[in-house]
């Protein structure tokens, strides 16, 4: 398996045989509960953008290599959009709920699936651009709504 394989499927997660990035989502907000205890919404979000640089690379030499537009076993995009929606929640004066972490994952997997504009856009980058890029979109619309839902404390 090639090195790139192994990275965009986040060490095989991506080939769950069921529902592969809903997999990689909760387990992303998963390790985005133990990141924002001990660095809050900044570690998340350079984790994200981490996740999104190493991304790009790994997730366009799987194309290449593929043939694929957006395989279903690249799920570091998952990883790096699902981290950037915890995120938005962390900025908030209130510690983050375990309800205010699912609204992020519920939010950033509806955005994800539906993939209204500007995300549908983002979508059509090529490479391992556009594999990233709807899932950061997807990611920073749903840290906005989840943020902005926490901090006035609907949830």
């Known amino acids: 398996m090639r090195f790139s394989t192994i990275i ?7 080939y769950f045989p069921v529902a592969s ?28 953008l981490i996740a999104f640089a190493i991304g790009i690379w790994a997730c ?6 593929t043939g694929r537009e957006d395989p279903s076993e690249c799920v570091i995009d998952e990883l790096a959009g699902q981290w950037l ?10 510690y983050p709920s375990v309800a205010a972490f699912a ?11 539906l993939k209204p ?4 856009a983002a979508e059509k980058l090529p490479g391992g651009m556009g594999v990233m890029a709807d899932d950061m979109v ?3 619309a749903a840290g906005i709504i989840a943020g902005a839902v926490h901090y006035f404390r609907v949830i």
Not at 60 to 65: F, L, S
Not at 85 to 94: D, E, K, L, N, R
């Open 8 to 14: 965009a499927s986040v060490l095989g997660i991506g």
């Open 21 to 48: 990035g809903t997999v990689m989502s909760i387990v992303a907000t998963v390790l985005a509960t133990i990141l924002a205890q001990h660095g809050g919404g900044l570690t998340l979000v350079a984790a994200s």
């Open 60 to 65: 366009g030499d799987h194309v290449r290599a």
């Open 85 to 94: 929606a915890c995120a938005g929640i962390c900025f908030t004066p209130i």
């Open 103 to 113: 609204l992020a994952f519920l939010l950033f997997r509806l955005f994800d699936i």
């Open 117 to 120: 504009w500007p995300i549908s």
């Open 138 to 140: 997807a990611g920073l």
